[in-house]
């Protein structure tokens, strides 16, 4: 479901159905709760993509605390994440990832976005670590 103001897309929410009928009343419920948030002077701004990492990382630290997540876990996410906020220069929001944004991530990791993360090891990361990495971003 998408949010427009005015002729501009805002906000997307996935509604998680198939069947039309309550996609339509979730959307209408949502859409209710928007209008009321901006009728009592409120504002839906986008969290910028940093603050929506920051945000994922806080609810995978949450879920080690309670022992649905391993400490390991954890930090793999952690790294993976760290990369994924210095590699799409152009990439301010979530809504701004498409689905061609990480085609030059492989040659970037390859090339330049490996000297940084590892100073210690003179060679660039192998293709099963950057694939790892681009399923912690898909899950993101």
Same mark, same amino acid.
């Given at each position: 479901?998408?949010?427009?103001? *005015? %002729?501009?897309? #805002?906000? &997307?929410?996935?509604?998680? &159905?198939? !069947?039309?009928?309550?996609?339509?009343?979730?959307?209408?419920?949502?859409?209710?709760?928007?209008?009321?948030?901006?009728?009592?002077? *409120?504002?839906?701004?986008?969290? %910028?993509? %940093?603050?929506?990492? /920051?945000? #994922?990382?806080?609810?995978?630290?949450?879920?080690?605390?309670?022992?649905?997540?391993?400490?390991?876990?954890?930090? *793999?996410?952690?790294?993976?994440?760290?990369?994924?906020?210095?590699?799409? !220069?152009?990439?301010?929001?979530?809504?701004?990832?498409?689905? /061609?944004?990480?085609?030059? #991530?492989?040659?970037?990791?390859? &090339?330049?976005?490996?000297?940084?993360?590892?100073?210690? %090891?003179?060679?660039?990361? *192998? !293709?099963?670590?950057?694939?790892?990495?681009?399923?912690?971003?898909?899950?993101?």
């Amino acid at each position: 479901m998408r949010f427009y103001l *005015g %002729n501009k897309r #805002y906000k &997307t929410i996935c509604l998680q &159905t198939v !069947d039309q009928s309550v996609a339509q009343e979730l959307a209408i419920g949502e859409w209710r709760k928007i209008l009321n948030q901006l009728d009592a002077g *409120g504002t839906v701004i986008q969290k %910028n993509i %940093n603050k929506c990492i /920051d945000d #994922y990382i806080g609810i995978i630290e949450d879920q080690v605390v309670t022992g649905k997540t391993r400490k390991h876990t954890l930090l *793999g996410k952690k790294s993976s994440m760290k990369k994924l906020k210095e590699f799409p !220069d152009d990439v301010k929001f979530p809504k701004d990832i498409t689905s /061609d944004t990480f085609q030059g #991530y492989l040659k970037w990791r390859h &090339t330049q976005g490996w000297s940084k993360y590892h100073n210690k %090891n003179p060679k660039p990361p *192998g !293709d099963a670590t950057i694939n790892k990495e681009l399923s912690d971003f898909n899950r993101f």
